[in-house]
């Protein structure tokens, strides 16, 4: 619509310089120009009523929040990778547990691993001190320190997957929003131009294309918050299995008191060997 507009300013502006008068035409065409320039989005809002306004309103919310939780989960997705990157590297590497239980009464649990960690060491403790006092607690130590292990898991999930399902509900709504926007503002351009009674392509496409606005700006909102939530969605998954394999050697640890491997029983000895171990004791016995 630009490149028609701008010949027809440029010939009535032409004609005003030279005082000549304008002719009917050049007066459509000016008309014409003026029309086309003022279509758009300020156009498009100032035309529409309560119902497109609250739609679009609604959209910019949705917009903001979907925008302010990519930021914010993102960011907390990155500290947590960094703090638990260190802090199992400062778990793996330690001495012993209590070099363990040291490191976090200094630094505290800042991450899943450190905050399952102190809560199974202290659940152990917990547990060799008291015994089972009261109904949380009944068991042996074992099934206490499972019992810990697991709560402490589902609060760390439901940490994690906190904000996802408001990014959903944006990603699968705000398209449906825009068109119902799209929608409204087809019926009542429509409306317009069949009281105006001029059916020209002119009159119907520039109110329908504004109208479109609303469908963009819904797919606008609507594909950021998809592909944040499906990242997210895949990190979760990747730290939450993580997190259960380290759960298990924890376990391992704290209830057996050395890692896995080392509990195991020997291998029995052949049967010839066994023989040979026990004749020199019935040999002894016979003497």
Do not use: C
């Amino acid at each position: 619509m630009s490149t028609i507009a701008e010949p027809a300013l440029q010939v009535a502006q032409a004609a005003a310089d030279t005082g000549a008068p304008l002719g009917a035409a050049h007066q459509a065409a000016v008309q014409t120009a003026t029309q086309a320039t003022s279509m758009g989005f300020g156009h498009f809002i100032g035309q529409s009523d309560v119902v497109g306004k609250t739609l679009l309103g609604i959209l910019v919310v949705m917009s903001a929040v979907s925008w302010y939780l990519i930021v914010m989960k993102g960011v907390t997705s990155w500290v947590r990778a960094r703090r638990s990157k260190a802090f199992l590297h400062h778990f793996w590497n330690a001495t012993s547990l209590e070099a363990v239980q040291h490191e976090l009464a200094t630094h505290g649990a800042h991450d899943p691993f450190s905050h399952l960690t102190a809560h199974a060491m202290h659940a152990r403790a917990h547990h060799a001190r008291y015994g089972a006092a009261k109904l949380e607690e009944a068991g042996s130590a074992q099934d206490f320190l499972t019992r810990t292990i697991k709560k402490v898991l589902d609060e760390e999930t439901m940490r994690l997957e906190s904000g996802l399902t408001v990014l959903a509900t944006i990603g699968a709504t705000a398209p449906f929003v825009g068109l119902f926007g799209t929608v409204w503002g087809v019926y009542h351009a429509l409306v317009s131009i069949g009281m105006s009674g001029a059916g020209t392509l002119d009159k119907v496409a520039g109110p329908v294309g504004e109208a479109l606005i609303m469908t963009g700006i819904g797919l606008a909102v609507a594909i950021p918050a998809v592909m944040a939530y499906n990242w997210l969605a895949r990190s979760n998954r990747v730290l939450t299995a993580r997190l259960d394999a380290f759960a298990y050697e924890l376990f391992t640890f704290l209830s057996m008191g050395q890692p896995l491997g080392a509990a195991r029983t020997p291998a029995p000895a052949p049967e010839g060997d066994r023989v040979r171990s026990i004749t020199p004791g019935r040999a002894g016995q016979a003497a």
